[in-house]
């Protein structure tokens, strides 16, 4: 007899952007919000437009990207080429520091 679990897998799947969400409350993050854009993760400044992405490249690996300087001026959809790869916590962490949201080391 085939048996199946009760266990919805919405209550143990975890999104991307609850784990971003979960992380930058963890690191003391203030001021900074997160949303979701496809695949990707986009964060941004209270009253500010985006300024980094994080991309899902498969495994446990993530990719970090900030806005292009020229995407401000000409308000194209521009990102830099990754700027790191890496654990999604430590992308996360590389991300608020750039903007003083917390601490760096």
Do not use: C, K
């Not at 991307?16 to 949303?35: E, F, P």
């Amino acid at each position: 007899m085939l048996q199946t679990s009760t266990t919805s897998r919405t209550s143990t799947h975890r999104t991307l952007l609850d784990r971003v969400s979960d992380a930058m409350d963890a690191l003391g993050s203030d001021g900074v919000w997160a949303r979701s854009s496809g695949p990707h993760v986009l964060l941004g400044l209270r009253g500010r437009d985006s300024y980094a992405r994080l991309t899902p490249l498969g495994g446990a690996s993530y990719g970090l990207a900030f806005r292009a300087i020229e995407a401000s001026s000409t308000h194209t959809n521009a990102w830099e080429p990754l700027m790191l790869v890496d654990d999604l916590v430590s992308v996360i962490e590389h991300a608020l520091v750039a903007v003083d949201a917390i601490p760096g080391e």
